[in-house]
């Protein structure tokens, strides 16, 4: 069963003040210790299934991962995701996972 909460106007605004929605990566408790268990990107294709806000997508070209492509259920994600990314070898579709 597909469930999408955050095309839920309250609940997308609320997830929007949390600290790994403003800060991206750095604002999340977990992504120091996830980082270190990452592969080599450099000259990667990637799939992030569940991007959200597109964070992890654009870290994967940071390290030169040749091709990102985001997916996520909400277009409130992928709008907003859309909006920060400015990097053409990263595209977002929106399908469930």
């Keep these: 069963m597909k469930q999408n909460k955050y095309d839920n106007t309250n609940f997308f605004s609320a997830y929007g003040q949390m600290s790994r929605s403003i800060k991206g990566l750095e604002g999340a408790g977990e992504w120091h210790m ?9 000259d990667k294709n990637i799939l992030d299934l569940g991007c959200g806000f597109g964070w992890h997508c654009r870290y994967a070209r940071e390290q030169q991962a040749n091709s990102v492509i985001g997916v996520d259920i909400s277009e409130n994600m992928l709008k907003k995701a859309r909006e920060m990314t400015k990097d053409p070898l990263i595209s977002y579709i929106q399908l469930p996972i």
């Design 34 to 42: 996830f980082k270190e268990l990452l592969p080599d990107l450099k």
